[in-house]
């Protein structure tokens, strides 16, 4: 299998890029390289981050669009231009359409913060997801990494990490746990599992083939 080109699409810190990216260092995600890291949103962290890991970014501002057809063409050249085998999102607040997850289809993965089909779905981003987690009482939660098809969080399952949920936790004090202990764990992992390949996708089933 040659190395594999990922191009990761991020809209804020970008903390899990930078987890990606110690991962790739540390040689814990093997057969890869990030081809190139593309933000919705100008000046964000993320972008300092690819920066100073000598990594090239580009921005598509989703603002300086006046219509999302056009956004999402100009996102898919872009993306397209970098000739990527896989295509990660963390922590873009962009929906993909639904001809752009087709064209990639079990080629997109994403990071979600919750153990999916809980608080996941159209309007469950951000604190959000964590504030009803909250709401509901649930004792855990967690993160999900995910491909990415044309339902909101809905594609193949492909690892999960459950994180205790305290009684005193406020939303913020969640969502640090589950991106700490949840996400810059279970991110890195899934790429590497598919950047060596073994991960088998048939239907909604992922099957992990060892790790
Ligand atoms: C993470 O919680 C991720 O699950 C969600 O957005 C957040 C992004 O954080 N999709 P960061 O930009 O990686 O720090």
């Known amino acids: 299998m040659r190395e594999q080109r990922i191009v990761v699409l ?13 991962s790739l260092q540390k ?7 990030i081809a190139a890291v593309i933000s919705s949103k100008p000046d964000v962290y993320a972008l300092e981050r690819a920066k ?17 057809e056009s956004f999402d063409k100009n996102l898919n050249l872009k993306i397209q ?30 990071v979600h913060p919750s153990l999916i089909p809980s608080f996941c779905g159209d309007g469950y981003y ?8 909250i709401k509901k009482g649930v004792k855990i939660s967690g993160a999900t990494v995910h491909f ?4 909101t969080d809905g594609g193949p399952i492909i690892l ?25 764990d279970i991110l890195p992992r899934a790429i590497n599992l598919f950047c060596t390949g073994k991960l088998l996708v048939k239907g909604n089933h992922v099957r992990i083939l060892s790790e």
């Open 27 to 33: 040689g814990e995600i093997c057969n890869a390289k």
């Open 160 to 184: 999960q990490k459950a994180v205790n949920v305290f009684q005193d936790d406020t939303a913020y004090d969640l969502q640090k746990r589950v991106l700490e202990e949840a996400e810059w």
């Open 52 to 68: 100073y890991a000598g990594i090239p970014s580009e921005v598509i501002d989703r603002k300086a669009f006046s219509d999302k």
């Open 81 to 110: 231009s970098y000739l990527p085998d896989l295509i990660v999102l963390a922590g873009f607040l962009c929906i993909l359409p639904e001809k752009f997850c087709r064209k990639y289809k079990n080629k997109i993965i994403n």
């Open 148 to 151: 990415v098809d044309e339902i």
């Open 126 to 133: 951000g604190i959000r997801v964590h504030e009803e987690a």
């Open 10 to 22: 991020v809209s804020g810190s970008g903390s899990n890029l930078q987890a990606i990216i110690n």
